[in-house]
């Protein structure tokens, strides 16, 4: 096989892997006199469509790539020998052991190393997902990552290669559902040919632990398809056990949604509690409850301040006054002769003075009603955030619910009265989406310490940073 020269231009070096019906080579370009790596698919007994349709997106998939941890296309070849035939995939050679071989000659990995290595297949993935439409592994194992250079406590570069099972459309063709991946490595929905962003996080969370346990996932115990690792990750503090039991979840409506909010919560774990732990802030009515499944803030009714009793004492002091108005217009009204032309001035008087009281009561009623019974709960869980009013028996949104996934920011607004030098006013934004959730504000009733609070709980549970936004009231900008 040494000194074959194919399409008269890539001179073979040394066989680099086989497999039925496939073949990897290491080779040197004649033109550029650079190292490269061909892939052969064989037209055999054994040789499926379905395998040449895998093997061509391969090929358009890397020629659409361009990362530095990702191998590059080079040329695409068909192979018209008298002893094969088939096709040929040219990519850039990635000088390296792969995370297996490490692993099977006894190299182990300290927990920053295992982190290091996580963080830059995250933002391998990150580049991938983000592609449109996303570009999906599928087969994210030990054998598929590659390690170049590593020395002291660096892993080295990392390289994510062998995209033969990538998705970058639909999972089905021609009808026939599609099923690729490892056993052990591949998610649950892959097995009924669905895979989606979070089955590469699948894939990745069981390779780590593989790093840590130093056994296949197929070797370990399963409970409700969840993979039994933590009573062997001894050396591993809890926080990440619990991050790669959350990329490992079966269900997909309970494990990491995406690459990017995997990395912030690698960052910044999350409350690993699985039971519901009701906290509150010393002098303060607002109860924060949360587990590692959601957080919920309840904000409960804000009752009589000063405020609203002098807002009370107004209104009632105006409607007297209006009343004692009517009264005097009938007795005008009464001694008036009734063709005075001065009698419809006394009737709209009249008329007025009877309307405003009838909408200045309720709606000074209704503020009442509020602050004295009105409950606003804030929740969050993993499939989205939701913002409801609580009144006795009746409930509806202060803002519609949006996705979990659209969470982005986290906000502390500050309003400046520049003129007294003193802060107006301060607000908790939560952004998602095109969608705010306010807490707090001009009419909220909490108290700084009581915003700071709760957007450090919602800062350390969602894995997001604070972002803080000083203003200036309009009366008062410069």
């Not at 000088?95 to 927990?111: A, N, P, V």
């Not at 780590?208 to 409970?223: A, E, F, K, M, R």
């Not at 960052?267 to 010393?282: D, F, G, S, T, V």
Request: net charge neutral; charged share 20%; with cysteine.
């Amino acid at each position: 096989m040494s000194g074959k020269i194919l399409a008269e231009r890539y001179e073979v070096q040394r066989e680099l892997g086989k497999q039925t019906g496939r073949q990897t080579l290491l080779a040197r370009d004649l033109q550029t006199q650079k190292l490269v790596a061909i892939k052969q698919l064989f037209l055999g007994s054994d040789f499926e469509w379905q395998d040449l349709k895998l093997f061509e997106r391969e090929a358009e998939t890397l020629k659409a790539l361009s990362h530095p941890a990702i191998p590059r296309y080079l040329d695409y070849l068909e192979i018209d020998e008298p002893e094969s035939k088939g096709f040929a995939l040219v990519q850039t050679y990635v000088e390296g052991k792969t995370l297996e071989q490490h692993l099977r000659s006894g190299r182990t990995f300290s927990e920053s190393e295992m982190k290091e290595l996580a963080k830059s297949l995250l933002e391998i993935l990150i580049y991938l997902h983000q592609q449109e439409p996303p570009v999906i592994h599928r087969d994210l194992k030990p054998s598929n990552i590659l390690l170049h250079s590593r020395s002291g406590h660096s892993v080295g570069q990392v390289y994510l290669v062998d995209f033969g099972s990538v998705q970058n459309q639909a999972a089905k063709f021609g009808g026939t559902i599609t099923v690729v991946g490892t056993y052990g490595y591949m998610a649950p929905e892959q097995f009924g040919g669905r895979s989606v962003p979070a089955s590469d996080l699948y894939g990745l969370g069981a390779t780590l632990i593989y790093l840590v346990i130093g056994l296949h996932p197929t070797d370990l115990s399963q409970q409700d398809l969840k993979i039994q690792f933590a009573d062997r990750a001894a050396p591993l503090n809890s926080n990440l056990i619990d991050w790669l039991e959350w990329m490992t979840e079966p269900s997909l409506d309970k494990r990491l949604s995406s690459a990017g909010e995997a990395l912030r919560s690698l960052e910044n774990p999350r409350i690993i509690n699985k039971n519901p732990r009701a906290e509150q802030l010393p002098g303060s009515k607002i109860k924060l409850t949360k587990t590692s499944e959601f957080i919920e803030i309840v904000i409960p009714p804000q009752g009589l301040g000063f405020g609203l009793i002098t807002l009370f004492s107004g209104a009632v002091s105006l409607s007297v006054f209006l009343f004692w108005s009517i009264y005097l217009e009938v007795i005008k009204i009464y001694y008036l002769k009734i063709h005075s032309p001065y009698l419809w001035i006394h009737v709209t008087l009249e008329v007025l003075n009877i309307l405003i009281p009838g909408i200045i009561l309720p709606g000074v009623g209704a503020i009442f009603i509020f602050a004295l019974f009105r409950e606003l709960r804030l929740r969050i869980d993993r499939q989205q955030i939701s913002y409801t009013s609580h009144l006795l028996k009746w409930r509806w949104n202060c803002t519609n619910p949006a996705s979990r996934k659209q969470i982005c920011q986290l906000e502390i607004e500050t309003t400046l009265d520049r003129q007294h030098k003193s802060y107006r006013v301060t607000q908790l934004i939560i952004q998602a989406g095109s969608r705010k959730y306010e807490l707090g504000g001009l009419y909220g009733g909490l108290s700084e310490s009581e915003i700071d609070w709760l957007a450090t709980e919602l800062s350390q549970w969602l894995g997001l940073k604070i972002k803080t936004t000083l203003k200036y009231s309009k009366a008062t900008e410069p």
